[in-house]
């Protein structure tokens, strides 16, 4: 079984430039989560979808930060403009119904904005 | 909100010796808890978790132990191995809310 599928793996960009970052869930799985983790803020909760339908996104830190999930296997996590405060290790999660199920995570994406 | 505190934030044992690791929760209708085990550069990967029904779960050389009275879950792992050193981070949700409150983590050496 393919687990959660991210990319890009790695990401180095200037300030200023768009950031795209994409995943696909595992299969059959209806609830999406985006995870920003860095050494000072911890794994920080950016955005969740249930159903394909943004839940919560209190955890998106300003509006340089948007995501989608226009079907039930793709997401993206866009910033733009980036900045260097936004370096981080960026992981997207699935589960399956969501409340009080396991949460799988994706390998991840490091992005590295200079 | 759901508030998770996890102590300590680093644990560093003897090979062999049994490694405890502490999670206090605000919401006592919190009914979900899992831990995660993130070896370094890697994911975040399932290794147990406990619902409030059960108030101790094993798994081989780890266990879970969930006091709802006090409101904290404690991470047991027993013969530690130089392949258990990781960052741990525990975890916990309420009956409707799809998210999880995660611990600030605990980084976990084990020495030779």
């Known amino acids: 079984d393919a687990g959660v599928i991210q990319s890009p793996r790695h990401e180095v960009t200037e300030m200023g430039q768009e950031v795209t970052l994409r995943c696909k869930p595992i299969?059959?799985?209806?609830?999406l989560f985006w995870y920003r983790q860095t050494m000072m803020r911890g794994l920080e909760l950016l955005i969740y979808f249930n159903n394909n339908v943004p839940i919560d996104d209190s955890g998106m830190p300003e509006d340089r930060f948007s995501a989608k999930m226009p079907n039930a296997s793709f997401s993206t996590l866009k910033i733009q403009p980036s900045e260097p405060r936004d370096s981080a290790v960026y992981f997207c999660?699935?589960?399956?119904?969501?409340?009080?199920?396991?949460?799988?995570f994706g390998p991840g994406t490091r992005l590295l904005v200079l | 909100g759901e508030n998770v505190e996890q102590h300590p934030s680093t644990l560093s044992v003897q090979e062999g010796d049994s490694a405890v690791i502490k999670c206090t929760y605000s919401?006592?209708?919190?009914?979900?808890f899992p831990w995660y085990k993130q070896e370094l550069g890697k994911r975040p990967q399932l290794i147990i978790d406990i619902r409030s029904n059960v108030g101790e779960k094993k798994d081989q050389r780890i266990a879970v132990t969930l006091n709802k009275t006090a409101k904290h879950f404690s991470l047991h792992i027993t013969e530690t191995q130089p392949e258990d050193s990781a960052v741990y981070f525990c975890a916990a949700s309420w009956p409707g809310d799809y998210k999880l409150s995660f611990g600030a983590g605990t980084t976990v050496t084990v020495r030779a």
């Open positions: 299969s059959g799985h209806n609830s």
């Open positions: 919401d006592s209708a919190s009914n979900y």
């Open positions: 999660a699935s589960s399956f119904e969501g409340a009080g199920e396991t949460q799988y």
